[in-house]
């Protein structure tokens, strides 16, 4: 299990240096020059250039990279020019807030989707499952906007429910404390999520249900509900495990709409404003948190999984 | 060993006149009707029938346990005065797994995966004894013991995957003793284990039924188990109790046609080579359609118009029943067929061995122990030789975890040894490169076992027949339909199968398909994975004559691969018998099943249960114990672990093969035969 752990950070290391230059380059490809990008299009050349000159933005870009490179070593993820502020610092400061609401997300999604798959399974093929089904293929088609905006118009303007906007606290045991403010964002990332893991949860617990212990659980006479709790359900859930943590990284990216639509400032809205300021430097921050996040997604989902089904050995 | 008649005291179980049907959608099926049955304290009663006979439906109606859109229509279950039949299901429960337990045929998934044995077995306890978690807990861990676990203490915290099939049949059975059920109904308790650990199991069962006064139902589709197990007996075909009677009386006095014709379907390991397995032509009714008369009638021999119209009444004399019109007297003795004398196999000096096999050896990567530690290998094959000659036959027998589904595997270029070579007509088709392997390849053919995954589901008979002609480039797309039909006829089977999808088709036809497939490039050499194993009785007869007459008529030579050493004999001019992937002792099939020379040809022999109730008495003391994990075999004679015989000198010095007759060889220190050579 240690050598696995340790393997698998190796492997880690190096999908996130892949990363990091392919992002790097590509940003590159899209603006060579910073110096035009902050100075702006009436700034004359030679200032533009005195500013890449002093700034080591004339350098090839593969010196350009490997400096990059040992600047993040240090912890230092660049600066943005146009915020004027450490990239690190922005992010800290938004990283927070966003894991919360996806976090919140995550959990309502699974508390949803997990008794609603089985129970659709339970129940295959009767009213209750197909409409249940129905409904979710409506709300995956449906892009998380026209629903955030529809919950609006129907929670926050029409029944005065719940707030159209997030709270604005930095601090996020403030967001925490005032769960109104973050309902309808909360609900609108968890429906996506939900519409997934639930049919994902219905076909891997109809498939446990066909399995020969379930009809030696019931020869044992348990009721109905024990089959379902005790023999059932921790099975049925293995696969979900992986797929939830495939799916944190487009969490994150989930976020980039909900926290713009709600005006919740975390590193999605923070993404998207850095989009229109052409702000490379946070740009390339962000992408690489979706990598961290994708390695760390998949790495945390396969011990988790080992954990729960003692069938899996974490070879090499 | 003959069971001893039941004491017939109480009856604790009784079911009169029951009827089964299932709704699948707009089909309604009857998978039983009409059966009745009584049970008694401490006896044991074997239904046994074909997959489809509602033997298992039976089974489950008692437990109240039939699948969704099943009900039962008509008829009672009396258990002890209680009637099941529209029992509520909260006092079924607290019959269920109490009073009545089961036990279910072992399959991978039988237990949660994910939750430790011991809990497992405490659970029923926890529930209808009412017992804390750590009175339960010993209780299961007295059970474990009970069913023969070893150290269970230590294994109360295991998972199942680190159980062997044999020990978790055995948890399976502690779940349903947890209780001290009165009665157990056992389904196929070991269908799916090797016959070493099947005897054990089912000596344990008879073991624990008679110390904790159960009465058993053994359902089963093996005669030989029911010949050996059973106190008394229903035979079962297309839903309905043909006949009941005591074991003995239902074996020597046989009066259902259908009965006499199952038995005599079943190759033994004493039947005359020389004569045809009986076969019962054509194949069970479909039970969603209404049927008047006795249902065996479309295939009885002794069928007359009154069978297909009226359905025959009960016969009782004295404890033996049954329906027929026109029953037999006794089983049937000799069947008329005798197969006409092939050719003698052309002596391998003459002409040089077909198909010579060289110290074959095979070892699969399994990983690491750990990052720095040596990768282990699975040793699946390791040094065997053997040679088959034209228009011989060759049989390889073991036990699952043998190695001889690998070896079969390389004998037509399937895989490749990691040593050692097969020479196919005097070249080495080991070290050929795959574009040279092609024309070769044509005349080695493979047939598996399943059929219906060895068939492409979604390409119809036609297609399946005409592919390996088209990759080979022989004829016209017409010539090839013309071939198929042909192959098809050959095998027996109607040429409008061409356009049937496998689905279509009974598990007997695809398997006479897969032959045609295999057949199709006029191989010289064809090699069989267990062909017949997933065949029920009445079929497989059917499949083993086709094959027996294929290999006469086109002088093939085959290497036939089974656990069933009955099938084997009466396939095989010779056989090989493997241990953990070495080859214990060859000869010819006569010489290997009357005079084994090695204790585990002895031991598997004596562990097969035989469908004849006398005769019984065990020719060898039976194999006992676990396979070793060939990650790690023994030193020495790798079968000295569970062998009766082996000193000091087998776990030192590897034997060899070495002649018993010119024909025969044993690799034993101690072998039951006298060796011809050496000391």
């Known amino acids: 299990m240690a050598w696995y752990v340790a393997k698998r950070l190796v492997v880690s290391v190096l999908v996130l240096l892949g990363i990091s230059a392919v992002v790097f380059f590509l940003l590159h490809l899209v603006s060579d020059s910073p110096g035009r990008v902050v100075l702006g299009q009436r700034a004359s050349p030679e200032a533009v250039a005195d500013f890449n000159h002093e700034h080591g933005f004339d350098r090839p870009v593969v010196v350009q990279y490997f400096s990059y490179l040992g600047q993040l070593l240090q912890g230092d993820l660049g600066r943005s020019y146009k915020l004027n502020q450490d990239v690190g610092t922005l992010l800290q400061q938004n990283a927070g807030r966003s894991a919360m609401l996806s976090l919140a997300g995550l959990v309502l999604a699974l508390l949803v989707a997990v008794p609603l798959g089985i129970l659709q399974a339970v129940k295959r093929n009767s009213v209750v499952d197909r409409a249940a089904t129905g409904l979710a293929y409506v709300l995956y088609a449906t892009p998380a906007f026209l629903l955030g905006l529809v919950l609006i118009a129907v929670f926050s303007q029409q029944l005065d429910l719940f707030p159209a906007e997030a709270s604005q606290s930095h601090s996020p045991w403030v967001v925490f404390t005032d769960p109104r403010s973050m309902a309808l964002p909360v609900i609108t990332i968890a429906v996506t999520s939900i519409a997934i893991f639930s049919q994902y949860q219905r076909s891997s617990a109809l498939d446990q249900l066909g399995q020969d212990y379930i009809r030696v659980a019931r020869a044992k006479g348990l009721p109905e509900r024990l089959v379902l709790t005790r023999h059932l359900l921790r099975n049925a859930c293995l696969p979900l495990i992986t797929l939830v943590g495939t799916m944190i990284p487009l969490l994150l990216a989930g976020n980039l709409i909900v926290e713009s ?50 069938r899996i050995e974490l070879a090499s | 060993m003959i069971p001893q008649p039941a004491v017939a005291t109480d009856r604790v179980l009784s079911v009169r006149d029951l009827a089964v049907e299932i709704r699948r959608g707009e089909r309604l099926v009857r998978p039983v009707s009409g059966v009745s049955l009584d049970l008694h304290r401490g006896e044991t009663l074997g239904i046994v029938g074909e997959t489809g006979s509602g033997k298992s439906m039976t089974g489950l109606a008692i437990m109240g346990m039939l699948p969704s859109g099943g009900r039962v229509t008509q008829g009672s279950i009396d258990f002890g005065g209680t009637e099941l039949v529209g029992l509520d299901p909260a006092t079924y429960r607290g019959i269920r797994g109490n009073d009545i337990a089961m036990v279910f045929q072992d399959s991978l998934t039988a237990l949660n995966p994910t939750r430790r044995i011991g809990d497992q077995v405490a659970e029923p306890a926890r529930l209808h004894l009412g017992l804390s978690r750590r009175a339960a807990r010993r209780r299961a861990e007295e059970v474990l013991a009970l069913v023969g676990i070893p150290r269970p203490g230590e294994r109360m915290d295991d998972h199942p995957h680190q159980l062997s099939g044999g020990m978790r049949q055995r948890v399976m059975i502690a779940m349903a003793l947890v209780c001290e059920p009165k009665v157990v109904i056992a389904d196929e308790p070991t269908t799916a284990l090797d016959v070493t650990i099947q005897a054990e199991i089912l000596d344990l ?79 069970p009714p479909d039970l969603s359609a209404a049927q008047p008369g006795c249902r065996f009638a479309p295939r009885c021999a002794a069928a007359t118009d009154e069978c297909r119209t009226e359905q025959p009444p009960v016969v009782a004399e004295g404890a033996h029943a049954y329906s027929c019109w026109h029953p037999a007297s006794g089983p049937v003795r000799h069947t008329a067929v005798r197969i006409a004398e092939r050719p003698r196999p052309a002596a391998v000096t003459e002409t040089g061995p077909r198909l010579s096999v060289v110290d074959l050896h095979r070892e699969y990567p399994a990983g690491h122990g750990s990052w720095f530690g040596p990768r282990r290998t699975v ?46 007509e005097g070249r080495s088709v080991t070290t050929m490169r795959p574009r040279e392997l092609g024309p070769h390849r044509a005349r080695l053919q493979m047939m598996f076992q399943d059929s219906s995954a060895a068939l492409d589901p979604r390409m119809r008979i036609g297609a399946v027949l005409r592919e390996p002609l088209a990759i080979q480039g022989i004829g016209t797309r017409a010539e090839r339909t013309a071939t198929a039909r042909d192959l098809l006829a050959d095998v027996g089977l109607p040429a409008t199968v061409l356009e049937r999808f496998p689905h279509e088709l009974s598990g007997g036809q695809r398997q006479r398909v897969a032959l045609a497939r295999a057949l199709a490039l006029d191989p010289t050499v064809l090699v069989a994975d267990e062909p017949v194993s997933a065949l029920d009785v009445s079929i497989r007869s059917q499949v083993l004559n086709l094959m027996r007459r294929i290999q006469r008529e086109r002088g093939l030579s085959s290497v036939v691969i089974s656990h069933d050493l009955a099938v084997v004999r009466y396939l095989a001019d010779r056989v090989g018998v493997m241990y953990l992937g070495k080859l214990v002792e060859t000869g010819t099939a006569e010489e290997v099943y009357a005079a084994p020379a090695h204790p585990y040809t002895a031991g598997l022999l004596a562990a097969v249960p035989e469908a004849s109730p006398t005769g019984q008495a065990p020719r060898a003391e039976r194999v006992r114990g676990e396979l070793p994990s060939p990650l790690d075999p023994p030193s020495g004679c790798r079968f000295r672990t569970r062998c009766p015989l082996a000193t000091e000198v087998c776990a030192e010095v590897e034997p060899a093969l070495e002649d018993v007759t010119a024909t025969h060889q044993v690799a034993c220190h101690f072998p039951l035969q006298n060796k011809s050579g050496g000391a």
């Open chain 2, 379 to 424: 040793k699946a094959v390791s040094g065997v030789s053997f040679e088959v000659a034209a228009g011989e036959t060759f049989g390889l027998v073991g036990e699952s975890g043998c190695g001889k589904s690998s070896l079969g595997r390389m004998l037509v270029a399937l895989d490749r040894p990691t040593a050692g070579e097969v020479v196919f």
């Open chain 1, 261 to 310: 639509l709600f005006n919740y400032s975390g590193l999605g809205l923070l993404f998207l404003n850095s989009l229109h300021r052409e702000d490379y430097p946070v740009l390339l921050a962000y992408t690489l948190i979706g990598g961290v996040l994708t390695v760390v997604g998949n790495f945390i989902a396969d011990i988790a999984v080992a954990m729960a089904d003692r």
């Open chain 2, 205 to 283: 069962l008879d073991d624990l039924r008679s110390r904790l006064g159960m009465a058993m139902i053994l359902v089963t589709h093996d005669m030989g188990v029911i010949a050996r197990h059973a106190d008394r007996v229903g035979v079962m075909y297309a839903g309905r109790l043909a006949e009941t009677g005591p074991t003995a009386d239902l074996f020597e006095r046989t009066r259902h046609r259908y009965t006499q014709a199952l038995l005599a379907s079943i190759p033994s390991l004493t039947h005359d080579r020389g004569e045809e397995l009986y076969s019962i032509g054509g194949a």
